[in-house]
């Protein structure tokens, strides 16, 4: 009776493990289509604009805020 539970188990730890490898698979997959269409979209406008980059500077309200926030997570 032990031998068949163990061999049901490890049935199932390989049935599992694949899974996970399928799930890692199908991951990386999708995170290089994105990367791909993400460059492949910003190309064009960086093709069209190459000097329209603008730097975004947050207000003073909001750099109020982030002092505030680093100064009371300190302690």
């Known amino acids: ?3 068949e539970e163990l061999k049901m188990i490890e049935d199932e730890l390989k049935v599992v493990n694949k899974e996970i490898m399928d799930d ?3 991951t990386a997959v999708s995170k ?3 990367i791909k269409s993400i460059r492949s979209g910003l190309g064009d406008v960086i093709k069209n604009n190459p000097s329209g980059v603008t730097i975004i500077k947050p207000s003073w309200f909001q750099r109020l805020l982030v002092k505030l926030k680093k100064i009371f997570t300190k302690f």
């Open 1 to 3: 009776m032990k031998k």
């Open 24 to 26: 890692k698979y199908k």
């Open 32 to 34: 290089v289509k994105l």
